[in-house]
């Protein structure tokens, strides 16, 4: 099975063990595991803070990181959380809508 993994900016700034040691895990699970390098941030931060067109933009940048994959794996629960659950309400008539609902099913 082909997951990427998403490792949110305070699992890289503060607990990078935490994101090395879930490869190991997932590796051993017999996965085939891509990192991104590109990837940034779900774009959780904005949103909290009311800044929704800033969390708009980088949402956008989150659904075409991760497009292509068959499992998005994250050791973040308030950033899964939110992919899930609020990317919906950015998008409800948008041309992202489609690549948000498979997203959500995939994370």
């Not at 051993?28 to 800033?54: I, L, R």
């Not at 992919?83 to 948008?94: A, C, G, Q, R």
Request: glycine share 4%.
């Amino acid at each position: 099975m082909k997951v990427q993994i998403f490792i949110p900016c305070f699992i890289d700034q503060l607990f990078p063990e935490t994101a090395f040691n879930m490869v190991k895990v997932l590796e051993k699970a017999g996965c085939s595991v891509v990192y991104n390098k590109e990837q940034t941030c779900c774009g959780q931060p904005a949103f909290n803070a009311g800044f929704w067109e800033d969390a708009r933009e980088v949402c956008v940048k989150f659904l075409h990181d991760f497009e292509g994959t068959d499992y998005i794996i994250s050791p973040s629960a308030s950033c899964t959380g939110f992919v899930k659950n609020y990317y919906p309400n950015l998008f409800p008539d948008s041309s992202h809508y489609k690549a948000v609902k498979q997203t959500a099913k995939r994370i």
